[in-house]
């Protein structure tokens, strides 16, 4: 409590609905597997007309915890793209969401006044918006977040798991690799459960590329490497 008022934190509160109470608008930060929990507890300290979002990285499940709330509150997703592997208020960012893209899902249910106060605080903290359905944000954030993390998971357990492996003569290529793998696993169990369908076929395809490759060197086909190479590094100067 004391780092926080001495960092900026007007009020601290014991619970969410306390938190909540009286508040015009509410940013839910919980992880994704609390999403529900919360809005059971926050519904009855809801002012009628509050408008509610929240930053996780899974929308389709979190819009369904959503209904959890009282129908005189309004509900639109939001999901700044931001933020690291490091977590907890010791490593808070003042401009963290500038210059960030940032979703946001309506269902078409809320009203074209909600839809732009939720767009207009977005736009104040500096953020480009994105809006999209919740499938499709699931569909889109697998692809270039949940997988890639997934991967990078996966990539430390295998070199680590090599005989040989020792950190100590690790490169910078291994750390920026691997470098999100260092979130805080239970914060990514819940995520990765709550988008596993578009997850796990993002991982199959990672497992058909590692076989191509695989297969490629066990032959000795340097053609094939060198396409295989190529490819990627095409892909991944386009993200520049």
């Given at each position: 409590?004391?780092?926080?008022?001495?960092?900026?934190?007007?009020?601290?509160?014991?619970?969410?609905?306390?938190?909540?109470?009286?508040?015009?608008?509410?940013?839910?930060?919980?992880?994704?597997?609390?999403?529900?929990e919360?809005?059971?507890?926050?519904?009855?300290?809801?002012?009628p007309?509050?408008?509610?979002?929240?930053?996780?990285?899974?929308k389709?499940?979190?819009l369904?915890?959503?209904?959890?709330?009282?129908?005189?509150?309004?509900?639109?997703?939001?999901?700044?793209?931001?933020?690291?592997e490091?977590?907890g208020?010791t490593?808070?960012?003042?401009?963290?969401?500038?210059?960030?893209?940032?979703?946001?899902?309506?269902?078409?249910?809320?009203?074209?006044?909600?839809?732009?106060?939720?767009?207009?605080?977005?736009?104040?903290?500096?953020?480009?918006l994105?809006t999209?359905s919740?499938?499709?944000?699931?569909?889109?954030v697998?692809?270039?977040?949940?997988?890639p993390?997934?991967?990078?998971?996966?990539?430390?357990?295998?070199?680590?798991?090599?005989?040989?492996f020792?950190?100590?003569?690790?490169?910078?290529?291994?750390?920026?690799?691997?470098?999100?793998?260092?979130?805080?696993?239970?914060?990514?169990?819940?995520?990765l459960?709550?988008?596993?369908?578009p997850?796990?076929?993002g991982?199959?395809?990672?497992?058909?590329?590692?076989?191509?490759?695989?297969?490629?060197l066990?032959?000795?086909?340097?053609?094939?490497?060198?396409q295989?190479?190529?490819?990627?590094k095409?892909?991944?100067?386009?993200?520049?």
């Open positions: 409590r004391k780092f926080l008022r001495q960092n900026g934190i007007a009020q601290v509160f014991d619970t969410a609905a306390e938190a909540v109470r009286g508040a015009d608008l509410v940013v839910i930060a919980t992880p994704v597997d609390r999403m529900a919360t809005c059971r507890e926050i519904g009855p300290a809801l002012s007309g509050t408008l509610v979002t929240d930053v996780g990285s899974v389709t499940s979190i369904k915890d959503a209904s959890h709330l009282p129908p005189q509150v309004t509900f639109i997703g939001s999901h700044p793209m931001a933020g690291s490091k977590a208020a490593h808070a960012q003042e401009n963290l969401f500038q210059d960030r893209l940032c979703f946001i899902t309506p269902t078409g249910q809320e009203s074209a006044q909600a839809l732009e106060k939720i767009q207009a605080f977005w736009t104040e903290l500096g953020s480009h994105f999209c919740a499938q499709q944000h699931d569909a889109m697998a692809a270039v977040s949940h997988v993390h997934a991967a990078a998971s996966a990539l430390i357990l295998a070199v680590a798991s090599l005989p040989d020792n950190s100590h003569v690790a490169g910078s290529g291994l750390k920026d690799t691997t470098r999100v793998a260092g979130g805080e696993e239970n914060l990514w169990t819940g995520i459960l709550a988008n596993s369908l997850v796990t076929a991982l199959a395809e990672l497992e058909k590329h590692c076989r191509r490759l695989r297969l490629a066990e032959q000795g086909n340097a053609q094939e490497v060198s295989f190479l190529k490819a990627a095409i892909i991944r100067q386009s993200l520049d």
